[in-house]
């Protein structure tokens, strides 16, 4: 059974930093592209970033400059580095494919404070 891990969210201020860790139970990321996605309170579930097997990376607008992507093939883990958060980053953030193909996990909770 594939399970999803997110990890490393929590209560920063405005303008503070987080990572954070996506891993994976029953499969590997090698060779997925494998994306964030964060639902803030009321709102659909948005893109974040992506990175592909090869290291290319995508990031939404609203995160460029910002936030970093990358990944461990050998730990079979995805990160993302989020520097200068603002208020509006509040969400509760995923990791999966960029179609959402895999099982959803319980996410990590990200609040800024202003």
């Known amino acids: 059974q594939v399970q999803l891990v997110e990890s490393g969210g929590g209560l920063v201020h405005t303008g503070g930093s987080l990572r954070l860790s996506c891993t994976a139970s029953g499969i590997t990321f090698n060779g997925r592209t494998i994306g964030w996605h964060r639902q803030a309170p009321g709102k659909q579930r948005e893109f974040v970033a992506l990175i592909s097997p090869f290291g290319t990376t995508n990031y939404a607008d609203s995160v460029k400059g910002r936030f970093t992507i990358s990944r461990d093939s050998a730990k079979s883990t995805v990160y993302l580095q989020m520097n200068s958060l603002k208020p509006e980053d509040t969400a509760v953030y995923y990791c999966?494919?960029?179609?959402?193909?895999?099982?959803w996990g319980q996410g990590t909770q990200v609040t800024v404070s202003s």
């Open positions: 999966n494919t960029p179609g959402g193909s895999l099982s």
